[in-house]
């Protein structure tokens, strides 16, 4: 198959082109289209062969349920039965959407069981990019869409990370260039007490400022009938190829940054502690010096790192808190969950 690539202006969308690619969702296809997080692999959501067609292009596994992305929350009880959590929704919706938040709803019977891996709840979001929205709009159906690397890989941030991964495996992408946030949606559960699924673009703290105490996975008690304790809870998730030597302490980075390593040694590091490692030989990304700017540039770093033919990436944690807790997420399983020196 031949991947269409739309390249258009999220600033002044190219009406023909978005409904180019709308016709294209609407008809069973697969289009890529960037989100204010990372890229996103959308089909109809409604339409089960069409979402069959997302798991056979990522090679992703049929338990690993997808976001349903509407262009409105207003939309969420269409798909989601909101009974008793109507107040919730509507302050999160007010204070988050649209935007990186993904809420899990229980399901409605209209929700394809591929889309919620035969789960009872769904999980919803309305993206804020412009080209998100557009399509949505255009395409006038739920567009279900995990992000848009092949399984493991790291989320593309760019339409060419989108290719990286799924050039000839999908029918389009729309090349709105890179997305501003570079982590995935933080996903809060409602079903039951509001529970922390996974941490993202919107930090624990702001949802927690409108909304009081929320649960974390470990505090969780999960209903039983719920597929999976929580979304990409798979160790070995978002990784480079090399091997990450991830550190909790920064003041350990000279001491293993000056270790032998059989192979090439790639430092994807916050700009000061670059700054420290200067005299050490090695490929280097710079993630600059906040939250914002690492959340920004990491999986494409990752990327960049392995395109170099690094065989290890020295990075550190960042302090837990706003989008560092996201971060350190996606550090951990791309670390596969070893944390320390002794890498
Ligand atoms: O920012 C994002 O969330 C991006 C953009 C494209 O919207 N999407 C994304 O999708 O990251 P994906 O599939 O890569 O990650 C979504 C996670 C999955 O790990 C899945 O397990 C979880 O959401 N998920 C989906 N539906 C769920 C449900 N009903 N209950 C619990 N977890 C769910
Ligand atoms: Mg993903």
Request: hydrophobic residues 20%; negative net charge; without cysteine.
């Given at each position: 198959m031949q991947t269409l690539v739309f390249h258009i202006n999220p600033a002044q969308p190219d009406q023909a082109a978005v409904a180019h690619a709308a016709a294209m969702i609407q008809r069973g296809g697969l289009v890529a289209f960037p989100t204010e997080t990372v890229y996103g692999l959308g089909a109809?959501?409604?339409?089960a062969i069409a979402v069959e067609g997302i798991f056979k292009a990522k090679q992703r596994p049929h338990s690993d349920p997808l976001i349903l992305h509407v262009a409105h929350w207003s939309e969420f009880a269409r798909y989601a039965d909101l009974a008793g959590v109507e107040v919730l929704v509507e302050q999160l919706a007010t204070a988050f959407m649209p935007g990186a938040l993904t809420l899990v709803l229980p399901k409605l019977p209209c929700v394809p069981d591929c889309v919620t891996a035969n789960g009872p709840s769904v999980a919803l979001r309305v993206p804020a990019h412009p080209l998100a929205h557009a399509l949505l709009v255009a395409a006038g159906v739920p567009i279900a869409a995990p992000s848009a690397n092949l399984f493991s890989r790291p989320s593309p941030t760019t339409a060419s990370m989108v290719l990286e991964d799924l050039d000839g495996r999908i029918d389009a992408v729309i090349d709105g260039?890179?997305?501003?946030?570079?982590v995935e949606s933080t996903i809060l559960s409602l079903c039951g007490a509001p529970t922390l699924l996974r941490p993202g673009g919107v930090a624990l703290e702001a949802i927690e400022a409108v909304i009081g105490e929320v649960l974390l996975p470990a505090e969780a008690v999960l209903p039983e009938e719920q597929t999976q304790p929580a979304p990409g809870m798979l160790l070995k998730h978002y990784s480079p190829r090399a091997r990450l030597l991830l550190l909790a302490d920064p003041g350990q980075l000279q001491q293993v940054a000056s270790r032998h390593h059989d192979g090439k040694l790639g430092l994807l590091l916050p700009s000061d502690s670059l700054q420290r490692l200067r005299h050490i030989d090695a490929e280097r990304i710079d993630l600059g010096d906040d939250a914002a700017s690492v959340a920004a540039r990491l999986f494409k770093g990752m990327r960049e790192l392995d395109r170099r033919g690094c065989t290890h990436i020295l990075t550190h944690y960042l302090p837990l808190e706003g989008l560092g807790r996201a971060i350190n997420d996606r550090l951990f399983r791309a670390a596969e969950g070893k944390v320390g020196p002794g890498q």
């Open positions: 109809n959501g409604l339409d260039g890179s997305t501003t946030i570079g």
